[in-house]
Nanobody, 119 residues
Framework: QVQLVESGGGLVQAGDSLRLSCTAS????????MGWFRQAPGKEREFVAS????????YYSDSVKGRFTVSRTVARNTVYLQMNSLKSEDTAVYYC????????????WGRGTQVTVSS
């Protein structure tokens, strides 16, 4: 079994920065990609960013391009989401997720960390 645990959320003002972390624990597994998603109250879960594990290529939603950056520390089984120039519309619960090699979708999810941006 593998668990993903997010951390680093909090309350900040518009224009500030936060760095979220997602650490995998338990039995290791081969992953195709790690992703970040967010969900605001009353809204559907939204894709934010992802990284292909094999080569480190990153992908971003249009709403966060130029502001958010995904990185990783492989030895620590950790991925990060650096969030800069935060806006009030970034307020949401942020989730990390893992897509296993051979899977067609993200199948392992963390429990989320709250990010609140005041303006």
């Amino acid at each position: 079994q593998v668990q993903l645990v997010e951390s680093g959320g909090g309350l900040v003002q518009a224009g500030d920065s936060l760095r979220l972390s997602c650490t995998a624990s338990g039995r290791t597994f081969s992953r195709h990609a790690m992703g970040w998603f967010r969900q605001a109250p009353g809204k559907e879960r939204e894709f934010v960013a992802s990284m292909r594990w094999a080569n480190g290529d990153t992908y971003y939603s249009d709403s966060v391009k130029g502001r958010f950056t995904v990185s990783r520390t492989v030895a620590r089984n950790t991925v990060y989401l650096q969030m800069n120039s935060l806006k009030s519309e970034d307020t949401a619960v942020y989730y990390c997720a893992a897509q296993r090699v051979g899977a067609t979708a993200y199948g392992v999810w963390g429990r989320g960390t709250q990010v609140t941006v005041s303006s």
